[in-house]
């Protein structure tokens, strides 16, 4: 794929030249572009200073270097929203920093995906996703009673309990919820069977004890 010649920074300069009353001529003549080249930048970079290009750039580049196999995503110490997710690997997540980007920059849905290098065509529906489940508070609660009720059941005898009293739930959601509230049980490790040699050992030790 061919790149330009000039930087995000010197393009955004150029705009801003423009915009403060330089002709367009002018500034094409000096950078050596044609006018249609500075329009398609125009309509690229509109609204955008140096700062927002260069943090967009470097978005886009931590997301093309996750998508590669083998590497993991680490976390960003200069990002200036915390919390903003960095990995774009599932739906959800490619949503959200789609609309963190829209939020914090002021961009337009089409700028957004452009600058973090999400095919808005293909991704336009999960973009535009709003969900439609109904809120799991009342079934996270009385999964939360029942597990703390029944200390020993695990999450299959607690949805047996939950169908018992009328929730429709599949198993799959009550795992699911189980596993996100920490309900989870620990299982206890098994202590190593001791061999005939220290069973012998240690059955002298005790009667050498008793003698003495």
Known sequence: MRTS??????IVQALRQAESGTPVVDIC??????????????????????SNVHELKQLRDENRKLKKPGRRAEPRQDDPARGAPTKMVS?????????????????TERRACRALAVHRAVHRAMIRYQSTRPPQEPLRARLHELARDRISFAYLRLHVMLRREGWIVSHKRVYRLYRQEGLS???????????????????????ANAIT
């Open 5 to 10: 010649k000039f930087t995000n920074e010197q």
């Open 185 to 207: 049980l620990t299982r206890k490790r098994p202590r190593p069977r001791a061999d005939g040699w220290t069973l012998c050992r240690r059955i002298y030790r005790g009667s």
């Open 91 to 107: 739906p959800a997540q490619r949503r959200e920093l789609v609309g963190w980007a829209k939020d914090c920059f002021q961009l």
């Open 29 to 50: 003549r000096k950078l050596g572009v044609s006018e249609q080249t500075f329009y398609r930048w125009k309509r690229k970079f509109t609204g955008l200073d140096v």
